[in-house]
């Protein structure tokens, strides 16, 4: 999709395509109100903008748009059928992990979980399963109110994935 479609969808549509690289409601709501959008520079701008400026309550709500890493794959494209190639995409290394580097995620999210409330969020392209391990292993000491923070950088690079994928589309 160019960002000259983009741009000339209507509101809802608008929305509902958005959603699928963010899914804050607000954020989807505040970036919908910017359209029409001047190039993507301006849009990567703005989406990271709307999204610093969101609350605590909205950035959790996005959270709940992703799968836990290396979760069911069935569950996945269940749970997230609007996003599910995108994530699967984003966490293709975790289908080659050891089974016990698999376990090892699964208990770290499960602590992670009852830790900080929210599953863990990190920009997972790129990476294999056990950077993401390691990478929520050294998270795990961090305080709620450093964390959040982490979090929330994590989900601006996965939405910022996300829409350059919306425009190479």
């Known amino acids: 999709m160019t960002l000259a479609e983009l741009n000339n969808l209507p509101k809802p549509a608008l929305a509902e395509t958005l959603q ?3 899914g804050a409601s607000a954020w989807v709501e505040n970036m919908v109100a910017l359209f029409p959008i001047a ?4 849009l990567m701008q703005q989406a990271t ?3 610093n400026k969101l609350s605590e309550a909205d950035w959790r709500e996005a959270f709940t748009h992703h799968p836990k ?15 599910s190639t995108w994530a699967e995409g984003e966490q293709a290394a975790v289908k080659q992990a050891s089974q016990a580097t698999l376990e090892a995620l699964a208990a770290g999210n499960t602590a992670y979980e009852r830790k900080f409330g929210y599953i863990f969020i990190v920009c997972a392209t ?14 795990m000491p961090n305080k709620p109110e450093d964390e959040i923070l982490l979090a929330a ?3 601006d690079k996965i939405t910022r994935i996300r829409l350059e994928k919306l425009l190479a589309a």
């Open 126 to 139: 790129g990476k294999s399963a056990e950077e993401m391990l390691a990478l929520l292993q050294a998270r």
């Open 20 to 22: 699928k690289c963010c």
């Open 69 to 83: 890493i290396g979760g069911d794959v069935a569950a996945l494209r269940e749970k997230f059928a609007s996003t």
């Open 39 to 42: 190039d993507a520079e301006t």
């Open 153 to 155: 950088g994590e989900q």
């Open 49 to 51: 903008a709307v999204w």
